[in-house]
């Protein structure tokens, strides 16, 4: 079919790139369905249609949401790995819900390539591998779409659910999507571990602001910016891509720290932040630290991103993933039973990505098999990533976490010393010990310095007393017991 286009460059040239690309993509759809099979990768996988490569990213289509999502949550870290391998240029991955009205115009090489996935295909038609599509959003021509990532439909502040652990950032999200710019809160600095929503959050002020009118929005990750900066540079065009930075009311840079060891981004940062700040715009920017300690960037930065709203979002508590189970279960429709929700809750306990794919991974067994959900099945479908959080803590972790804690040395777990300073954290660690391993009270006094065993329970017991009459020593212990138990 290029054979009537001859005299059409780009047209040439794009389709020789599809070509290629389908070239690729067979031989990722052959490596993919060894590894993980005919029926999963029918079920998920065949479907999956090429779309254009952008600098570093290429894009993979979806027929549905719920087929983009999960195919993200399952294979997400895979395809973008196995992309990578065939293509050692293309280092992301980006998966999104193709516009069905879309009719690509498959070539020879595009039909070749999804003959062969397409085996046994009983209801679906055939669909094309390669497919110039576009994407879903409405919303993205609002978006500084030539410096900026689009944003997740599904990131918003409808779909968040709140708990004490993010209160405080979701307040200030908020705040920042109804005012932007106000003194105080400019920039707002988000942060905390991976999967605990930080860049649901940043999506949903960019929604808000964009449901609300007239503002230009730039959302991208620090690694996205770091990219389009040494583009611009090669590319001789540093002053046009400081001047569409600089021309946004909101600019959210998700990721920052990305951007340590990266010294001259790092410095166009700053150079764009000030400009940014000093025109009254607002900034909002993620990291996986609080700015002090982000040892790695400037100082002069560090100190501009404490200046305006810092707020954290901690660890999920056990109230807050049933919330987000429920509310997720509920949304899509198929009834999970409240002892599976627990159970999940209790077992998936590092962080909400983590959780949300165990949950989709269960919906859509439901879903494709058709039968309910029940404490067995998850059992069995999530089989894998139950082992993985299995995870046992050892003694030694524990005393080593203990004795950090509470500034004591770690050879005061096994001394003979004992004065209140040191023997307090002993017990909790004993405590701890007990909770989190399955280790007898003998075997914990051997790993405490051959204690006996009655040490061990009295230990045990004094802080169990403890932390009954000390709310503050049973929040410290509960700390404890959190960041080992993830
Ligand atoms: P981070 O950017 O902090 O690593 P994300 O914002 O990507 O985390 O969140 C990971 C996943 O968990 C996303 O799918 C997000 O929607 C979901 N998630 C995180 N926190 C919440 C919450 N409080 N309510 C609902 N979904 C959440
Ligand atoms: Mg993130």
Redo the contacts with the bound molecule.
Sequence with gaps: MTGGLEGYDAVAEANAQKSVLAIHWSRICERLKAEVGEVEYRAWLRQITVGPVEEDEITLYLPTRFLRDWVRGQYGDRLGALWHAEVPAIRRVELQVARPSAQPAPDAVAQEASAAPAAAAPSEPAVPAVAPVAAESPRQAEVRSDLAAPLEP??TFD?????KP?EFA?ACARRVAERPSSPGFNPLFLY????????????AIGAELLRGGKVSVAYMSAEKFMYRFIGAIRSQSTLEFKDQLRSVDVLMI??LQFLIGKDNTQDEFFHTFNALVDAGRQIVV?ADKSPSDLSGLEDRLRTRLGCGMVAD?HATTFE?RIS?LE??AAASGVVVPAKVLEFLAHKITS???E??GALNRLIAHANLFGRPVTLEATQDVLHDILKAHDRRVTIEEIQRKVAEHWNTRLTDMFSARRGRAVARPRQVAMYLAKQLTSRSYPEIGRKFGNRDHTTVMYGVTKVEQLMAQDPAFAEDVELLRRMLET
Aim: charged residues 20%; hydrophobic residues 40%.
């Design positions: 599904r990131f779909t968040f659910v709140v708990g993010n979701y905390g571990g991976v999967g605990l929503g930080k860049t649901h959050l940043m999506h998700d990721d993620s979002i807050l987000i509310a997720k962080n909400v990505r959780l949300e």
